[in-house]
């Protein structure tokens, strides 16, 4: 599926660099995809082969992960719920993660159909990812 994704990416124009996960059979990072722009991550999650997942994480910034660390712990299972809600309503998985100190908000689309994983699918769904980190970063900005 690597040699396939790569090829997809190079044949679009789009730079793009591996990434090394151990919970991952390959990791590819596309620094500006989709038509905002955004960083986007493709992968073979280890536990479900076969199946591609494009995904882009929101960075929160400075002032509201000083908020977010000042809640207490039910104040932050009412935000992760608005936030998950939210992710719900466009269709997105999503997933709140910590990394290198910075609180991310991860929004993915799943391919897991067979017929799905081709060059067109994969390109429709970073272009859906790209639109989905748009609008919770907006979201975020917003409500929080």
Known sequence: ???????WLIH????????????????????HAGPAGVPVEIFEPRGQQGILV?????????NQI?????????EKEKFEK??????????????N????GKRKIGVYVV?????NINQQGMFDAIDRVSEMHEKTARFLMKTF
């Open 12 to 31: 679009e124009g789009l730079k793009f660099e591996e990434v090394k996960n151990p919970e991952n059979i390959f990791e590819i990072l596309v620094k």
């Open 97 to 100: 993660t910590t990394e290198d």
């Open 111 to 115: 391919l897991d159909k067979e017929e």
């Open 54 to 62: 494009i995904g882009s994480k929101i960075n929160m910034k400075n």
């Open 82 to 95: 608005k936030v998950s809600d939210y992710c719900y309503s466009i269709q997105a998985i999503n997933k």
């Open 66 to 74: 000083a908020r977010y660390l000042g809640f207490s712990e039910a």
């Open 1 to 7: 599926m690597r040699d396939n994704v790569e090829r």
